[in-house]
């Protein structure tokens, strides 16, 4: 989600419209430190096999020296030891089974789709524009705010809006919303059922993510309804959990596949605009208006060993970060009714401020997950020196460049993309995914991150062992993160969101 600097009834929120670039640091300098560190990274993460190279040098050496009779002395003495050496080696049996069978079956990412809804939904800003001064709902002052937003923002020209609300008037009714949602998620299953071959009654976990539009029956059911999910299928739908919901619902099908064995899973991480617009003129209500566009993924989920071949990830780690204990983080996203009635979900002005508190958090459980010891060393040496020596001492940020390849970070909106950059010291490639996707198809919620990964894999750039590193921002307020490591070189799927585009991708982007 993203915040701005214009005022609004009873706060405001910030949309930043300079860049404040730091000075350029000594060149030279630069260079040499950059090696240094690239070589005390290397001495440390090869420490051991570098410890065990002399180790392994004076074992050979002994062995060498053994002779015949010193080889059948040993012999002798393992037959005086019988039920000892049995004894033994039954044991190291018995542990390496315990240890096969408990330990933590692999989650596979079989393949995934994103929806490409059809040009006629596209929305420019005149469109946009023309459509907000004929609904009559907006005064003058809200109309000029949104147009100001929409100029910041970073969306582009082509992203959609849900057909009710191409509409004069408006039809914001139950009906349109669930022909919204159905269009969405049938969609984007269809094409994942088509490139994966797989029988939908095969799916025996199936977990739906949308925060604002939760029906009855649910989602989940809509989708056992429409593909004959068998009866026993473990669904769930989880609501009012915004943008990062999507993580949430990796990390709840990982949980299911380490209880049922030998099955699929499958994720689908939308939001449903149609009942959500918002036809008032507070303005801390009106950013989502400006922000959020149609959007949807599907993902499929294996723990069979079978599919590792065929798959493109492999999950590593999902770690959730939840502060909805304090009370400016739990309003600062908070969905309500302005003074004339009418429902939007307001942004705070603290928003970006929380989310960064949120992300500290997420990444303090992360990083001893992810990141090389070499960081963890100088992390923990500038703590101590900070606390005994110099308590004006800068805390050492950890780089996350050394853990991940690519990033894809939640595409909520400039603001969000901006800070993460400067933040965690990103390259513009690191967030070109993040850019494109929010020029490309707005804020799509929690599905935004999946768009990012089609990006990275329509570029090409997604090869064996590369590391990806997932992140979402969500009202409650929550951060998560999702790390997966690629299986082989990936290659875009087909009816890829960004197939009839990539060409013209990256775009440059005018602030």
């Known amino acids: 989600m993203e915040a701005a600097n214009e005022p609004v009834n009873g706060g405001s929120v910030q949309i930043r419209t300079e860049n404040e670039r730091p000075k350029l640091p000594n060149f030279l300098q630069s260079v040499n430190m950059k090696y240094v560190k690239l070589g005390y990274h290397y001495l440390i993460t090869h420490l051991f096999k570098l410890c065990l190279v002399p180790l392994m040098a004076v074992l050979v050496t002994e062995?060498?020296?053994?002779?015949?009779?010193?080889?059948?002395?040993?012999?002798?003495?393992?037959?005086?030891?019988?039920?000892?050496?049995?004894?033994?080696?039954?044991?190291?049996?018995?542990?390496?089974?315990?240890?096969?069978?408990?330990r933590p079956r692999s989650v596979y990412l079989v393949d995934y789709s994103c929806y490409l809804p059809?040009?006629?939904?596209?929305?420019?800003?005149?469109?946009?524009?023309?459509?907000?001064?004929?609904?009559?709902?907006?005064?003058?002052?809200?109309?000029?705010?949104?147009?100001?937003i929409l100029e910041r923002s970073g969306l582009g020209e082509?992203?959609?809006?849900?057909?009710?609300?191409?509409?004069?008037?408006?039809?914001?009714?139950?009906?349109?919303?669930?022909?919204?949602?159905?269009?969405?998620?049938?969609?984007?299953?269809?094409?994942?059922?088509?490139?994966?071959?797989?029988?939908?009654?095969?799916i025996g976990v199936l977990v739906v993510n949308c925060s604002l539009f939760n029906p009855?029956?649910?989602?989940?059911?809509?989708?056992?309804?429409?593909?004959?999910?068998?009866?026993?299928?473990?669904?769930?739908?989880?609501?009012?959990?915004?943008?990062?919901?999507?993580?949430?619902?990796?990390?709840?099908?990982?949980?299911m596949l380490q209880v049922h064995r030998n099955t699929y899973a499958v994720v689908v991480s939308t939001e449903n605009i149609t009942q959500n617009w918002y036809f008032g003129n507070k303005k801390a209500m009106l950013i989502p208006n400006c922000l959020f566009r149609v959007g949807g993924s599907a993902i499929l989920l294996s723990n069979k060993g079978k599919d590792r071949r065929r798959s493109k990830y492999k999950l590593v780690h999902t770690v959730r970060t939840h502060k909805g204990a304090v009370e400016k983080a739990f309003n600062c996203v908070y969905q309500e009714q302005d003074d004339n009635g009418k429902t939007g979900v307001s942004l705070s002005k603290d928003l970006m401020a929380i989310a960064g508190e949120a992300l500290k958090a997420n990444i303090t459980t992360l990083g001893p997950l992810v990141l090389p010891i070499s960081e963890q060393i100088l992390f923990f040496m500038t703590l101590v020196t900070k606390k005994l020596f110099n308590a004006k001492l800068k805390p050492y940020i950890p780089d996350f460049k050394l853990a991940f390849d690519h990033f894809c970070i939640h595409a909520g909106g400039r603001a969000v993309?901006?800070?993460?950059?400067?933040?965690?010291?990103?390259?513009?490639?690191?967030?070109?995914?993040?850019?494109?996707?929010?020029?490309?198809?707005?804020?799509?919620?929690?599905?935004s991150i999946w768009y990012e990964l089609a990006y990275i894999e329509a570029k090409g750039r997604m090869k064996k062992g590369n590391r990806v590193w997932q992140i979402a921002f969500g009202s409650g307020f929550k951060c998560n993160s999702a790390v997966w490591v690629a299986l082989h070189n990936v290659k875009p799927s087909v009816s890829s969101p960004w197939e009839h585009c990539i060409d013209r991708y990256p775009v440059k982007l005018d602030f």
């Open 216 to 255: 009855t029956p649910s989602l989940s059911a809509m989708i056992v309804n429409k593909y004959k999910l068998r009866g026993n299928v473990k669904s769930f739908n989880l609501g009012g959990m915004g943008c990062s919901a999507g993580v949430i619902s990796i990390d709840l099908a990982k949980d």
């Open 63 to 102: 062995i060498s020296r053994l002779t015949t009779e010193d080889l059948y002395q040993i012999w002798l003495h393992l037959q005086y030891n019988l039920v000892a050496f049995i004894f033994l080696s039954a044991l190291a049996v018995f542990g390496s089974t315990v240890y096969i069978m408990s």
């Open 118 to 148: 059809p040009e006629t939904l596209q929305v420019n800003y005149q469109k946009f524009m023309d459509h907000s001064k004929l609904i009559e709902d907006f005064n003058e002052s809200s109309l000029e705010f949104q147009r100001k």
């Open 417 to 447: 993309i901006d800070e993460l950059e400067k933040n965690l010291q990103l390259s513009q490639t690191h967030v070109e995914a993040s850019r494109m996707t929010l020029h490309r198809f707005g804020n799509t919620s929690s599905s």
């Open 158 to 202: 082509e992203t959609y809006l849900p057909e009710a609300l191409h509409c004069i008037p408006p039809r914001p009714t139950m009906m349109a919303a669930r022909e919204e949602a159905e269009q969405v998620m049938f969609v984007a299953l269809d094409k994942l059922f088509e490139n994966t071959e797989i029988n939908p009654r095969d």
